[in-house]
């Protein structure tokens, strides 16, 4: 089992349990734990709704495309411990991340 | 002042497709969006990624759809007004719809559609202190006249293509221009980029990397923002203009203060017909919500003929409503 925290849009903290899963991602996996995930996109890396700052984990997340380089690009508060849900594979490297999810806004 | 049967809120897939079954039905629409083209988020967000699920298409680029659904509704001729923001809607005595947009612009209708996907796409803001005093004073989001920066000190703000574009177009415009960008380097097009650099090292431009905009400060205009660096102090300089290029994103905006009944951000729309909680109005697409619904393109097509059947009985009561097949009758240009 996979364990993530996640400080929500209203900075409430709560660990939870994913299972490995190909072919989902953490934006998706939020999505199902009822988090307020809107993901214009769908999961595209395009629109940076699922922006988050990695707190804790960061170098152990398998490293970013260009397209998703791309789209942070667009997020005026984007920092380099920034990434896209949606690009985060539901998988080992998760494990013990601490996440922060930041206004859809900016 | 415009008048027409269907005034539709927000020229998406969904929106076009309306006017399409309104037409059908012998009513005239004009759409009206935020953005300055149609197609909503397909032609913003993702106009070169391919749509799977549109039914007879095995695989359609999403602007290839909204080209082809331009295409389907222009027997109907449908009015546009576009990169114009819908402000309020009034409904008279006798039941007449006035919409009021962001650019004044005036449109009576007898039914209004909103079709308006996730809300209006908006500018992203950087947190900047005292960013929205200045608003419309200097600082700008979009530029639609490049001559109005002629022999200004522009300072622009961001690391996209956007960013670069303009700064290499406005780099003989303005008097002085500044690109101030956070990273090291840009992400933009690399023959883009290079030029910009080249720009910089022949002191045409200033160039500040790993640089934030902390403020900004004027007298009733901009006078000058204050840029942080990661290698250096804090410092102030004289800007006539600032204009942050971040993209867009959607927000509901003014559509939560129409009175309609919402859920969350969506809203709460009857199953039959798809009609919102004040009558006359309609929301179909991604804005509307209902038990079941599916935020898919087919769905919002399928909404779409419902609400028309619906909203030409509201408007002509009187009148026999006879369903037609296309493959019968054709298309009835007006």
């Given amino acids: 089992m996979i364990h993530v925290t996640v400080i929500d849009r209203q900075q409430n903290q709560k660990t939870i349990q994913i ?31 699922c922006h988050c700052l990695v707190l804790q984990g960061f170098d152990q997340l398998q490293a970013p495309l260009d397209q998703e380089l791309d789209t942070l690009e667009t997020r005026p508060d984007a920092e380099s411990i920034s990434r896209l849900a949606c690009q985060l594979k539901a998988s080992e490297s998760l494990d013990g991340i601490r996440i922060k999810l930041t206004a859809y806004a900016c | ?60 680029l999403a602007q290839e759809l909204i080209e082809n659904l331009m295409e389907q509704i222009s027997p109907f001729r449908p009015g546009f007004t576009l990169a114009e923001r819908v402000d309020s809607i009034e409904k008279d005595q006798a ?77 003989e415009v303005a008097s002085e221009l500044t690109l101030v960008h956070r990273g090291e380097s840009f992400r933009g097009a690399p023959d883009s980029a290079e030029k910009v650099g080249q ?65 969350k951000s969506a809203i709460e729309v009857r199953l039959s017909d798809y009609s919102t909680s004040v009558e006359g109005i309609y929301a179909i697409g991604d804005i509307n919500t209902y038990p079941g619904k599916l935020k898919l393109i087919l769905s919002g097509f399928h909404e779409a003929a419902l609400m028309a059947q619906s909203a030409f009985k509201y408007v002509y009561p009187q009148q026999k409503l006879s369903f037609k097949y296309t493959t019968v009758n054709g298309i009835n240009a007006f």
């Avoid at chain 2, 009733?220 to 990661?230: D, F, N, R, Y």
């Avoid at chain 2, 509901?252 to 009175?259: D, K, N, R, T, V």
Wanted: glycine residues 12%; proline residues 5%; charged residues 20%.
């Fill in chain 1, 19 to 49: 299972q490995e899963t190909e072919d989902s991602n953490l934006m998706q996996i939020l999505k199902e734990h009822n988090y307020e995930m809107r993901a214009t996109c769908g999961g595209m890396a395009l629109c940076a709704d």
């Fill in chain 2, 1 to 60: 002042m415009i008048d027409t049967d269907i005034c539709i809120i927000g020229a998406g897939p969904v929106g076009l497709f309306a006017v399409f079954e309104a037409g059908l039905l012998k009513m005239r629409c004009h759409l009206v969006d935020a953005l300055p083209q149609v197609g909503g988020q397909l032609s913003e967000i993702y106009p070169q990624k391919p749509i799977y699920d549109i039914p007879g298409y095995p695989s359609i």
């Fill in chain 2, 95 to 171: 039941g007449k719809f006035t919409v009021l947009t962001s650019e004044k612009t005036l449109i009576t209708a007898k039914v209004i559609v909103i079709a308006g996907g996730l809300g209006c796409f908006e500018p992203r803001k950087p947190a900047i202190s005292g960013l929205e005093d200045f608003e419309g004073r200097g600082i700008s989001y979009f530029i639609k006249d490049p001559e109005l920066f002629r022999n200004k000190k522009i300072v622009l703000s961001g690391g996209g293509d956007s960013a670069l574009d303009w700064t290499i177009f406005l780099a």
């Fill in chain 2, 199 to 263: 720009l910089a090292s022949e002191g045409k431009i200033r160039l500040l990397l790993e640089s934030q905009i902390t403020s900004v400060s004027g007298n009733g205009h901009l006078q000058s923002v204050t840029v942080a660096g990661k290698t250096r102090q804090d410092f102030a300089f004289e800007a006539d203009h600032l204009i942050p290029l971040f993209g867009l994103t959607p927000k509901l905006g003014p559509i939560a203060s129409w009175g309609l009944a919402l859920d």
